[in-house]
Structure formats: structure tokens, C-alpha cells
């Protein structure tokens, strides 16, 4: 049984650059959830991708976006990238959007920007 | 708003002694509770959750949580520790209330088990 993939592993942009991250969801789920993971800090919710429309967004700006295909898997686009954009991106995804349901995560991809 | 607080950035513990990574929580109405793992370069691994009925779960590897209602924790318990334990942990949590099932996670209590 697949788990979430993430690509690519490691990225490295200049200030001003645009990226896009790519995720699969794991065998079965529909839903894709994007987070943030800064050095030395807990995930931050960034949105949430069901039935390919983003469902609910954290506080982040609209540089961020992202996009959701039919076979579920997703993508994050960060543009404009600054130097507070360095992280760890973790992609995680479940069954529906119901609440009670644990989000499985990705390795995650390290994006750093230079 | 939703928050989550892990009071402690690390935990020591000898291997074989019983570990406790402490987490509160702040909400509107009642939560979802969750606890996840990181190793180094991985990414999140699911241990356990609370959703409703039974104040103890229990979890993977042998951990489990107590949920306190009055206290607004769930803090993570194990028996005994073993060193492969020694590892990042995060407690989350989700307002059922909520549209969309957002994750917020506390800032991570790293725990070191030692020989």
C-alpha cells in the first residue's frame, strides 16, 4: 500500500523565484492538506484540497496557492519566494473531510531559498 | 481560535523508565486530539487520537494518552521507554466545530531516551 509521495526531496531557489511541490496521496484518500514546517517548529496549516477546490486556508498569503488533479494528487506553488519561505513543506492526506479522521504525511520536500 | 502548548522543548528519560510528553489545548468546543512522531529528515507518523469516548487511548508502539477534560490536556505516556523512541513529537489538535479537518500542532517536545 503506497503512502503519501512527496517531490522532489530537496530544492533550492533564489529569492524572487517561483516553485511548485508535487504530492500523491496515499492509496484511497481523496483529501490533500498542505503544511509549513519551520526550523525548529510545529506544522502550520496552509490549505486544504477536496473534490479539487480548496476547502479551507490557514494564514498564509496568496503567493501560496495550489491545485488539485482528478486522481487526487496535488501541487503548492509558491510565488514571489522570500527568504522566510525556507522549510520543510509536508503534504498530508485523508479519507473526506471529516474531522475525526487521522491525516497520514509525506516525507515532505525541504525547500531552501537563497 | 484553536492552540495547542507543549510546555516542555525536551524530555530526558532513562530506558526502561516510564516517559510523559505533556500537551494542552485550547478550543471551543470539544476536540479532537492527536499525536504524531518525526525522525530525523521523515516526515509525520501517526501514533494515536482521541475523538470520543474512553479518557485512555491507546496508540502505536505502545504509547498511549490520557485525555483530562477539566485540565484541557492529553498528555502522551509509555511504560517504558526504549532509545528508538528517542524522537520529535507533536500534539494537534481539531475543532470538530470547524469546516475541513485543520490540524494545529504545538511547537514539538523532542524526547531523549538514553541507554
Redesign the interface.
Given at each position: 500500500d503506497a503512502g503519501?509521495t512527496q517531490s522532489p526531496t530537496h530544492l533550492i531557489k533564489t529569492r524572487g523565484q517561483q516553485v511548485t511541490l508535487r504530492c500523491s496521496p496515499k492509496s484511497g484518500h481523496d483529501?490533500v492538506?498542505w503544511?509549513q514546517q519551520a526550523l525548529?517548529?510545529?506544522?502550520?496549516?496552509i490549505f486544504?484540497y477536496?473534490e479539487e477546490e480548496e476547502?479551507?486556508r490557514?494564514n498564509f498569503p496568496d503567493r501560496f496557492s495550489g491545485h488539485q488533479f482528478p486522481n487526487y494528487s496535488s501541487e503548492l506553488n509558491v510565488n514571489a519566494l522570500l527568504l522566510g519561505d525556507s522549510a520543510l513543506y509536508?503534504c498530508?492526506s485523508?479519507f473526506g473531510?471529516?474531522?475525526?479522521?487521522?491525516?497520514?504525511?509525506?516525507?515532505?520536500t525541504r525547500l531552501t531559498v537563497t | 481560535a484553536q492552540s495547542v502548548a507543549q510546555p516542555e522543548d525536551q524530555v530526558n528519560v532513562a530506558e526502561g523508565n516510564p516517559l510523559t510528553v505533556k500537551c494542552t489545548y485550547s478550543v471551543s468546543g470539544n476536540p479532537y486530539l492527536f499525536w504524531y512522531v518525526q525522525y530525523p529528515n521523515r516526515g509525520l507518523q501517526f501514533l494515536l487520537k482521541y475523538i470520543t469516548g474512553d479518557n485512555l487511548v491507546k496508540g502505536s508502539y505502545g504509547f498511549e494518552a490520557e485525555f483530562n477534560k477539566s485540565q484541557t490536556s492529553f498528555h502522551l505516556k509509555k511504560p517504558s521507554a526504549l532509545v528508538s523512541d528517542s524522537a520529535l513529537y507533536f500534539c494537534a489538535v481539531r475543532d470538530p466545530y470547524n469546516a475541513g479537518n485543520m490540524l494545529t500542532f504545538g511547537g514539538g517536545t523532542r524526547l531523549m531516551v538514553k541507554p
Open positions: 503519501v483529501t492538506s503544511y525548529g517548529q510545529g506544522p502550520q496549516f486544504q477536496y476547502r479551507q490557514g509536508l498530508a485523508s473531510t471529516d474531522s475525526s479522521y487521522e491525516q497520514y504525511f509525506g516525507p515532505g | -
